[in-house]
């Protein structure tokens, strides 16, 4: 019931964690703690459920790292479709949007964590409010309030990064 979420999984600590082998740590935990505690599982959203002890497994995560006072997290660029888009029609084309994909990656990244949890969860996961609400324990209206708060906040750092290009 769990294993389809995988990827959904896999995506919000990848994204949280910004470090793909963290984040596949993570998941591994999570599954064998939504595997331990599956007989609690009261129904309902399995996805909402499972991301709940992602999301759970990333705070320990990031507050045992705080605890040895390791190192600010460090962006990975992403992995995955590299190869040109068909559309590109020249390697510069191509170039720019890698610089774009690459730069909006960054932005999200800057985001406060509550609001780049908050877009990543609507936007890439597309879960509903009330799912976000229930991984995220906020109520909906804080959900919806985040969701606004960070899209305005990514528009913002979008139009000054556009102001500033000298391309």
């Known amino acids: 019931m769990v294993l389809i979420h995988l990827d959904a999984a896999y995506g919000l600590a990848r994204y949280m ?10 998941v591994q935990d999570a599954f064998l703690r939504a595997h331990r505690a599956f007989d609690g599982f009261r ?5 909402a459920w499972l991301l709940t002890i992602v999301r759970n497994n ?3 995560w990031a507050a045992a790292r705080r605890d040895r006072a390791e190192q600010a997290l460090e962006s990975v660029p992403g992995q995955g479709a590299d190869i040109a888009d068909e559309a590109a029609p020249t390697p510069e084309a191509w170039l720019a ?4 994909a690459a730069d909006l990656r960054a932005l999200i990244e800057g985001l406060p964590p509550a609001f780049r949890e908050t877009l990543l969860l609507r936007e890439m996961e597309e879960m509903s409010y009330r799912d976000i609400a229930a991984v995220t324990g906020a109520p909906v209206g804080t959900v919806m309030s985040r969701l606004a708060r ?3 906040l990514l528009a913002a750092a979008w139009r000054r990064r556009e102001a500033g290009e000298t391309r």
């Open 58 to 60: 990333v705070r320990s």
């Open 17 to 26: 964690t910004r470090d793909p082998v963290v984040a596949e740590d993570i």
């Open 43 to 47: 129904g309902g959203d399995a996805r």
């Open 150 to 152: 960070a899209r305005d």
């Open 97 to 100: 949007a890698q610089e774009d």
